[in-house]
């Protein structure tokens, strides 16, 4: 028996958090973890549907409808934008889910989907998992969408372009004319464009973030959104998210959802509905307190400036910086961890372009990224 996917493919964000809880002592700034649980308000709901027995079946196959329509409000008042929540969202299990989902519909074997790079991690199993062949485009120098690129690269191989944005790891914003011009050159084809906008509410300084829900009215033919109440809400462990798309592809990867899950988790669909109720006020909560931390990461990791440089992310919860005296971050980062106890992700896990770089997630326990710090400071002086 063989996996279609490599040993090394197995991401290596992952990999470093494996390798790390079998060490006792260790500050884990790896995997992208939040440091708050589900709140309570949240947690009281679901534990009431529990009691009552609500979440001992199935739901309906694309999500308990209440929820789809809460998250078509939520567009309808923060965009204006009308979504047919019973044919064009459906409920998965988590973003990753989604993504798989759709790329295991509309990819045929050895068709091409196109990735930045640096781009989040797990994208690249996801498409191999359903047959497919990566191709990166590399982000400019300003950690920018090299649209040129992008168009360059597309041929009749491309099926897809995945973009996360905001974007992890480099905490980049792409604007929307950016992500527009893709969209008019994909326009007529049949190439989708999947835009995962997980880090759509952990901004900084006043950035402003343009949902892709703004072009779905026009482009409705090629765009996939997709998002997930993991990072937002606390809840990576709960497995909830959606994607958002037009009917007839919603329809034809409902297919593959009922094949691979048969509905997202019921309890944790009652959760991302009771999100709706604190929404807001939660968020403005949590965005105060992630800028805060990551002006704490930034301020300390500037004293390390003789070892590593980086750039100030934007928006989502990561830094990004670039080991200025080696560039295999894979050794470097599994010698921190064996000698100064850090679970760093080396950057080339990212893609190429992350070499020589490791990421540090700021937004987990706040023990965790002082001591991580503070011991990292003590490696490379010492
Ligand atoms: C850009 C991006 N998309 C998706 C995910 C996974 O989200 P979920 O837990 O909803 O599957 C992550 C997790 O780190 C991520 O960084």
Redesign the pocket.
């Known amino acids: 028996m063989k996996c279609i996917l490599q040993d090394e493919e197995m991401s290596l964000i992952k990999k470093v958090e494996l390798e790390g809880s079998k060490i006792s002592g260790v500050s884990s700034l790896a995997q ?1 973890v939040p440091w708050y649980g589900v709140p309570e308000p949240i947690q009281e709901f679901v534990m009431e549907k529990i009691r009552k027995g609500e979440t001992n079946r199935y739901s309906i196959v694309p999500g308990i409808p209440e929820l789809r329509q809460q998250v078509a409000l939520r567009y309808y008042k923060n965009n204006s934008v009308e979504v047919d929540f019973e044919n064009e969202i459906v409920i998965t299990a ?4 989604a993504i798989s989902s759709v790329l295991l519909t509309i990819l045929e074997k050895d068709e091409e989907v196109m990735l930045l790079d640096p781009c ?1 991690a ?1 994208y690249d199993g996801c498409i191999k998992l359903s047959r497919g062949n990566p191709v990166y485009s590399s982000l400019d120098e300003n950690l920018d969408i090299d649209v040129q690129d992008v168009l360059s690269k597309i041929n009749s191989k491309t099926k897809a372009i995945i973009i ?1 944005n905001p974007n ?1 790891p480099t905490g980049s914003i792409f604007t929307i004319e950016k992500i527009k011009q893709i969209l008019d050159a994909i326009d007529g084809k049949d190439i989708y464009l999947i835009l ?1 906008e ?2 759509d509410e952990f901004l900084y300084d006043g950035n402003f973030f343009e949902s892709g829900i703004n072009l779905y009215k026009k482009y409705k033919k090629n765009l996939i959104l997709v998002n ?1 109440w ?2 937002t809400f606390g809840m ?1 462990g709960r ?1 909830v ?1 959606y994607f958002l798309a037009d009917s007839n592809i919603t329809k034809e990867v409902l297919k593959v959802h009922d094949g691979l899950v048969t509905c997202a988790p019921v309890h944790s669909q009652w959760a991302a509905l009771a999100s709706f109720e604190i929404y807001d006020r939660w968020i403005g909560k949590v965005r105060k307190e992630l800028q805060k931390r990551r002006d704490y990461t930034i301020q300390e990791m500037n004293k390390l400036s003789s070892y590593i440089e980086f750039g100030t992310p934007k928006a989502a919860y990561f830094l990004f910086p670039r080991f200025k005296y080696t560039e295999k971050d894979y050794e470097e980062c599994l010698k921190i961890l064996h000698e100064s106890k850090v679970a760093l992700v080396p950057g080339s896990g990212f893609g190429n372009r992350g070499r020589g770089h490791f990421r540090i997630c700021f937004g987990r326990d706040f023990d965790d990224l002082s001591s991580g710090i503070e011991k990292l400071g003590k490696y490379f002086n010492k």
């Open positions: 992208g988590g973003a990753i889910q989040y797990s996360s992890n995962d997980v880090y997930s993991s990072k990576t497995r998210g």
